[in-house]
């Protein structure tokens, strides 16, 4: 089992700037990809970006490409999402995630181990 903690949500000003970490516990081997979700009041969790553990491959849903960016220390465990230019819209709970996947592509908001989760709030 992986335990997942995120810290570095907070209240910024749009075109603002955020940066996310997630510290992983517990044994990540090469199948795992790593990946942020997203939920704002009122709407499913949806998927925002993930990382291959090893190899370090992403993916990044539509609405936030160009604009934010996942990287990772594998030996720091740890896992970030850089956020640019930040809008009103992507205010929302932000989860890290932890799954084994041959798809990064294709994380599910079903599985793996989740953290407890950081509020980001926009302002216009």
């Known amino acids: 089992q992986v335990q997942l903690v995120e810290s570095g949500g907070g209240l910024v000003q749009a075109g603002g700037s955020l940066r996310l970490s997630c510290a992983a516990s517990g044994r990540i081997f090469s199948g795992y990809a790593m990946g942020w979700f997203r939920q704002a009041p009122g709407k499913e969790r949806e998927f925002v970006a993930a990382?291959?553990?090893?190899?370090?491959?992403?993916y990044y849903a539509d609405s936030v490409k160009g604009r934010f960016i996942i990287s990772s220390d594998n030996a720091k465990n740890t896992v970030y999402l850089q956020m640019n230019s930040l809008k009103p819209e992507d205010t929302a709970v932000y989860y890290c995630?932890?799954?084994?996947?041959?798809?990064?592509?294709?994380?599910?908001?079903?599985?793996?181990?989740w953290g407890q989760g950081t509020q980001v709030t926009v302002s216009s």
């Open positions: 990382i291959r553990w090893s190899g370090g491959a992403t």
């Open positions: 995630n932890a799954q084994i996947t041959a798809n990064i592509a294709k994380m599910s908001s079903g599985l793996g181990s």
